[in-house]
């Protein structure tokens, strides 16, 4: 059974665009599909960071990844590696990085399947400027209001668009609301 190519968007950042490197991410991209078939669109920036006078040029790469409900995001932070002043190890890196949060998500989601099936969950898509409330998108796509207050287990400051939350939804005086949030743990799923 034939894959159908995922949609890729590749961004050079400080840097000339180089075939050869869009070419390897490409490549790296659909054998993303492969570890969580249900992978919408992917976007991949690679930075070469300012010259660090004994180490050379380094890459800093991100990739983000869109499925149904969620974004997962991963980066490789070229400080923290000398070998990413090479450009296919950073790239390298970065999908490792990728490939690990995916296979934990599908692990998760087979789980999920199993043993929490009456558990509402999605991610967060908005938060006000003022953290006093945000929104959260279902993974059936249904929107959600919800509370500072009822984020159970964090506090809504150390919260992103994108966190993957459970949630416990009633109806609220303006529709569907959560009364409590909880954020999914780092051993459900890692962001």
Known sequence: MHTPAIPVQITFLHLDPSDAVESRIREKVQKLGHVHPGIQHCSVTVEQQHRHHHQGQAFHVGISVRLPGQ???????????????DVYVA??????????QLQALSQHQ????????DKPHGHITDISPDKTHGRIESVDGHWLYFHRNSVIGAE??????????????EMGEEG???SSVYPAGKHHITL
């Open 156 to 169: 809504l400051d150390a919260l992103t668009e994108g966190t993957p939350v459970y949630f416990v939804e």
């Open 176 to 178: 569907p609301q959560a």
């Open 71 to 85: 974004t997962l995001v991963a980066k490789r932070e070229s400080e923290k590696n000398p070998a990413h002043t």
């Open 91 to 100: 790239v390298r890196d970065a999908f490792s990085a990728m490939r690990r």
């Open 110 to 117: 087979q789980g999920h399947v199993k043993h929490h099936e």
